[in-house]
């Protein structure tokens, strides 16, 4: 059984940073798809970030939604089974749970850490 364990979050002020890391307990070489998303409660689950698996002669490919292009960042380390999550001039709005998921390349239904909650506030 696939287990994914979110760290990182806390709470912070109006234009500081946080890094999150998602840690696998498989190799990240499993997944095709990786991605972050957070969720306020009473609300949808929103995508923040994802990133595709490439090739040898093509590179991943990285999704953001709207709302965090050019502030927050994507990666991965193959060697610490991780995904992380930069996230830089972070915004009241940007309060949520995050959570890290991950997909198989022949399954239609991601695996899911249990979150971390990421709040905004002076």
């Known amino acids: 059984q696939v287990q994914l364990v979110e760290s990182g979050g806390g709470l912070v002020q109006p234009g500081e940073s946080l890094r999150l890391s998602c840690e696998a307990s498989?190799?990240?070489?499993?997944?095709?798809?990786m991605g972050w998303y957070r969720q306020v409660p009473g609300n949808e689950r929103e995508l923040v970030a994802s990133?595709?698996?490439?090739?040898?002669?093509?590179?991943?490919?990285?999704n953001y939604g709207d709302s965090v292009r050019g502030r927050f960042t994507i990666s991965k380390d193959s060697f610490k089974n991780t995904m992380n999550l930069q996230m830089n001039s972070l915004k009241p709005e940007d309060t949520a749970v995050y959570y890290c998921?991950?997909?198989?390349?022949?399954?239609?239904?991601?695996?899911w850490g249990q979150g971390t909650q990421v709040t905004v506030s002076s």
């Open positions: 498989v190799s990240i070489f499993n997944f095709k798809v």
């Open positions: 990133i595709t698996r490439g090739s040898i002669t093509r590179g991943d490919t990285t």
């Open positions: 998921s991950a997909n198989r390349p022949d399954s239609a239904s991601p695996y």
